[in-house]
């Protein structure tokens, strides 16, 4: 017989073999869950009982009944009413359980079949026990539409931020963003976590970008660690080497060349899956050597990214658009670190790669043009115009970049425009009229931006 003090729970507790905090408040939790779901009643998966509270359970014979919440996740856990579970345990319901027999009070089972009775309610209440932990462990916030339609949008925002505003856009995505954090909040089995995990980097990689494009560097900075982050949870190379090059793209802008070279060496550790990341870090390092005038080093660089455009054949990068690296995109970084090299054979180098990377871009559809790329790639061909002494020829690639830059302005092309006019004011022909033309447009551009939300388009 049970001590006249001991309530039904705790011999239950001592029956089950829950004695251990620790142990019943595991099982505690997967029945809260799991009444949570049956009764679609999210505050009871909340449900939590402090070890104080469970050891004045286990001590007291009088300690007053659960808060109503924590009842019911009580009651289904051990399938007896509240009052019940707290109320005396007697003699029969005592002796039953030390029997194995169930909670009633059912008469004893005869010696010789009463060690066939407590193994196989041993085993049954153990089988339950994992029932109940699978239809828990079962349960997802997540299913495959949700997660199609996450990468439907993915895919659709990169494919498309080339050419649209990036305000609008940063808003668009932050949501998407916070929505694949929010999923990540609940349960799923472990495939839709690591997929979520890589939409959420892939997210956070594009803040990062849009940020750069608006000229705050430092939230830049933090929106790529996030996003680098959720690529080591994710396990996906592709993305935490897109990432490293995110990481000193920003460093180059932010005048660390040093800082750019160790981000995109570092990003080689990474072999992407599939794609043209590997191709997008040896450009970048190749742009920061040529900025620190290392010769030798930004040729290698260039070299090995032609390397690798080779060996990528025709793998595609996911989830591709803005993500991608194409030939026209790689032409016009080779072309800036031929015009850091400097020299009349650099200059002409960088000439031809820039020529060409405007030429395979203009073959794209208008509404799917990089707007900021070609302008990009137009600033390189009108340098090196420049620089040969091609004034007419720069002046035209100049109005060209102006005329995208209202519409859809990036920090990286103001920067672009505001060297070109540097280097302008320096020679002679900036007092020509053509050159004061040139120079006029640029400022009128840098004094409209002034007064405007950078990057919102007009």
């Known amino acids: 017989m049970a001590p006249v003090d001991q309530t039904l729970f705790q011999a239950l507790v001592r029956k089950r073999g829950l004695i251990d905090y620790r142990v019943f408040y595991r ?12 009764e679609r009643e999210p505050a009871l998966a909340r449900v939590t009982i402090g070890a104080r509270q469970f050891g004045r359970w286990m001590d007291e014979s009088q300690c007053g009944l659960p808060r109503p919440l924590t ?47 407590q193994t196989r309610d041993l085993l049954m209440t153990a089988a339950n026990e994992s029932a109940a932990f699978a239809t828990y462990a079962e349960q997802s916030n997540v299913g495959p539409h949700t ?10 925002i990169v494919a498309t931020y080339p050419n649209r505003p990036v305000v609008p856009l940063f808003a668009e995505v932050r949501e998407l963003r916070d929505r694949a954090f929010e999923l990540l909040e609940g349960r799923q089995p472990p495939s839709y976590t690591r997929d979520l995990y890589l939409a959420a980097g892939v997210l ?17 900075e933090t929106q790529a660690r996030t996003a680098f982050l959720c690529g080591e949870q994710a396990e996906h190379n592709g993305l935490r080497s897109w990432i490293r090059g995110t990481q000193a793209l920003i460093a180059y802008w932010d005048d660390r060349a040093t800082d750019a070279i160790r981000l995109a060496e570092s990003g080689q550790e990474f072999v992407p899956e599939q794609g043209t990341a590997h191709i997008r870090l040896a450009s970048i390092a190749a742009r920061a ?24 054949g025709d793998t595609e990068d996911l989830p591709g658009g803005m993500m991608a690296f194409p030939p026209a995109k790689q032409m016009f970084y080779a072309s ?37 790329e070609l302008s990009l790639a137009r600033m390189d061909l009108a340098l090196a115009e420049l620089g040969a002494g091609e004034l007419e020829g720069a002046a035209d690639q100049i109005q060209a970049v102006l005329g995208v830059a209202a519409r859809r302005p990036t920090e990286s092309v103001n920067r672009r425009l505001d060297q070109f006019s540097r280097r302008l004011a320096a020679l002679p022909a900036a007092r020509s009229p053509l050159g004061l033309d040139l120079q006029d447009g640029i400022i009128h551009h840098q004094r409209k931006q002034l007064g405007l939300p950078a990057g919102e388009g007009r």
């Open 147 to 156: 997660l199609d339609q996450l990468d439907a949008d993915i895919r659709r």
């Open 289 to 312: 050597y040529g900025r620190l005038g290392r010769h030798g080093e930004a040729l290698e660089a260039l070299s090995r990214a032609d390397q690798y455009r080779e060996q990528s």
């Open 27 to 38: 099982r505690l939790r997967i029945a809260a869950a799991e009444l949570a779901a049956l």
């Open 336 to 372: 800036t670190a031929h015009l850091w090299l400097g020299g009349s054979t650099h200059v002409e180098l960088a000439a031809g790669l820039a020529e060409e990377s405007v030429a395979l871009y203009e073959l794209d559809p208008v509404e799917r043009r990089r707007l900021g």
């Open 71 to 117: 009842g019911r996740v009580l009651e289904h856990m051990f399938q007896k009413e509240v009052a019940i579970l707290f109320g005396p345990a007697t003699a029969g319901i005592a002796g039953a359980i030390a029997r194995g027999n169930g909670d009633s009070g059912a008469q004893c089972l005869e010696p010789s079949t009463g060690s066939d009775a």
């Open 204 to 220: 956070c990689g594009i803040l990062a970008n849009a940020s750069f494009d608006l000229g705050n560097y430092r939230a830049a």
